[in-house]
């Protein structure tokens, strides 16, 4: 793993054929890897945060772009030697408890739902960690208006083809409620740009009949919720 900014390479890891999900590895030599929260503070083991390179790897900057410099080469606040520059990746990143590091995707790919900031590649973390899953995307799409709502693709190997509710079981044991996704799509395969990375504009739509599987609808119980109830089926 690595970026152009830091000379392709800064992370390796050795694969191994039995592992369904592959982390990025451990820094190369002369290499640090830190990762930095919202509040541009160290995250701890099993918390995503933005990835920043350092190292002797860290090129000067972008030629002729010296604001771009500024805004994506920093200051290593963490570092041993003073005046060095860490690289801010824009990737997302957490350790494991065996010191590898795992990318979550793009920090661009974080979305806000009803207040809650949610990083779509936890949940795509989530979903590739279960053994039928062989790739998994999520959207927050707003396909109505003013309706947003978060929608999992998954591409599951056969013949050991898990349900909806299946797979929303897995979800529940490690997300929080607010990260569930309101869908979940099974596709055969997933569209891809033509450098052969997965085509997220292209994703389909969910059907309007398709709803989540695992939850069932309650009636009202109380006069407020009778007044919620009709208020959702007049927008």
């Known amino acids: 793993y690595g970026p152009t900014e830091t000379t392709i390479w ?45 190292g002797d790897g860290v090129t000067r900057g972008y030629f002729g772009r010296p ?83 978060l929608v999992a693709y998954v591409v599951v190997e056969e013949p050991v083809r898990p349900t909806r509710e299946d797979l929303f079981t897995w979800m529940k044991h490690t997300l929080p409620n607010y990260m569930l996704p309101s869908r979940l799509i099974f596709l055969a395969t997933f569209p891809r740009t033509p450098n052969g990375k997965v085509d997220r504009q292209a994703l389909p739509a969910p059907d309007p009949a398709l709803y989540t599987e695992g939850r069932r609808n309650i009636s009202p119980r109380t006069s407020l919720e009778e007044l919620v109830a009709v208020g959702c089926s007049k927008r």
């Open 10 to 54: 800064s992370t390796i890891y050795e694969v191994r054929s039995s592992e369904h999900q592959i982390p990025i590895g451990r820094p190369l030599a002369n290499t640090t890897i830190t990762l930095l929260d919202h509040a541009r503070e160290l995250v701890p083991i099993g918390i995503t945060g933005e990835i920043l390179i350092g």
């Open 67 to 149: 604001d771009l410099t500024a805004e994506k080469f920093i200051p290593d606040r963490f570092g041993v030697k003073a005046g060095t520059r860490v690289y801010q990746t824009g990737d997302l990143g957490r350790y494991r408890t065996n010191g590898d590091l795992e990318c979550l995707g793009r920090l661009d790919n974080q979305v806000k739902v009803r207040g809650h900031r949610i990083e779509l590649g936890e949940i795509e973390a989530v979903l590739g960690r279960h053994p039928a899953v062989h790739q998994a995307s999520v959207l927050l799409r707003e396909d109505t208006p003013d309706m947003k709502e």
